[in-house]
């Protein structure tokens, strides 16, 4: 079984009309999840209310209070924007933390049952940095799981691999100076936001990015992982694994110029799987709902048959 950690609520953080981060990504999935063959091999978990666990007070270490004091201001007054590209609607705090709670959900079942589990939330996260959001993110919910991770019994690294198709600048603004957390990010270059940098190693050298031109298919994804992502995480030897699972480097996307396919990412969690099982994975871009759809069926189904 593959816990699958998902909320009608995550659909009640409204973006506006016409914005790419919309609630159809969310039931996109959930339409696709629940027609394949394998459906009774997946467990649907809701994450713990935030009246039950408040994931506040790990958010607020992570991100500055006046940062987190604004996102819920701007929420109370009846939204408003953070930036031109990331708005927040009058519920969208309240199901941010509910997100992160998700995230903090899907450690634990990580944790308990040495084996792969699946957030599927929003808003995004790995943008947000701690003292900003920015691109469609509000908390950094990769970020606040790894260092929730490292709370945990048996956990004493834990890496965080991001392959959506632009760099989680704010996943590395928060971890890179952890020396109990490896950050490694495959993203397009040059693109959304600009950094990302492959010369950038971290204060532990616990940072590895690949900027990959646009353009490129799986063969170039390929070859990072082989030559660097396995070689690097497999010498940082993680006790859990946290994937930022961006799908906008489909070629379908309307946001990215890369020509990867659905079935692509069903490789990269056979990657993923070779260095550990205890995975969570965790939803950030994907825009065209199709491919999105079929990618996250193709990463659980990797996760399934590797059983």
Not at 13 to 36: N, Q, S, W
Not at 64 to 88: F, H, K, M, R
Not at 224 to 243: A, C, Y
Request: overall charge negative.
């Amino acid at each position: 079984m593959v816990p699958i950690i998902y909320s009608d609520e995550f659909l009640y953080h409204d973006t506006g009309r016409f914005h790419p981060e919309r609630p159809e990504r969310l039931t996109a999935i959930v339409e696709a999840l629940k027609t394949v063959p394998w459906a009774e091999k997946l467990s649907w978990e809701l994450p713990t209310p935030v009246e039950t666990r408040s994931p506040l007070p790990l958010v607020q270490k992570i991100h500055s209070p006046n940062y987190v004091e604004l996102v819920e201001a701007i929420a109370t007054s009846g939204g408003g924007y953070l930036d031109g590209d990331t708005p927040i609607s009058a519920r969208s705090y309240a199901i941010a933390l509910l997100a992160v709670s998700a995230w903090l959900d899907g450690i634990d079942r990580v944790v308990a049952t040495g084996n792969p589990a699946f957030v599927l939330a929003r808003p995004p996260g790995h943008h947000a940095e701690s003292v900003r959001g920015m691109g469609f993110c509000l908390f950094s919910n990769a970020a606040i799981a790894a260092y929730y991770a490292l709370e945990q019994p048996g956990i004493s690294r834990v890496a965080i691999l991001d392959w959506d198709v632009h760099h989680g600048n704010g996943t590395q603004d928060i971890v890179e100076n952890h020396p109990q957390i490896a950050y490694c990010s495959l993203h397009q270059s040059p693109c959304y936001p600009g950094t990302g940098g492959a010369q950038e190693r971290g204060a532990h050298n616990n940072v590895l990015n690949i900027p990959i031109k646009p353009g490129s298919a799986v063969a170039e994804y390929r070859q990072g992982f082989e030559s660097q992502i396995m070689p690097f995480l497999g010498k940082f030897r993680p006790d859990l694994l946290i994937v930022s699972a961006g799908y906008d480097a489909n070629a379908a996307d309307p946001l990215a110029s890369m020509n990867l396919q659905p079935e692509d990412y069903g490789l990269f969690t056979d990657y993923c799987l070779q260095l550990t099982r205890r995975i969570l994975f965790g939803l950030e871009g994907g825009y065209d709902l199709r491919a999105l759809a079929q990618s996250v069926v193709a990463t659980i189904e990797r996760c399934l048959i590797e059983q």
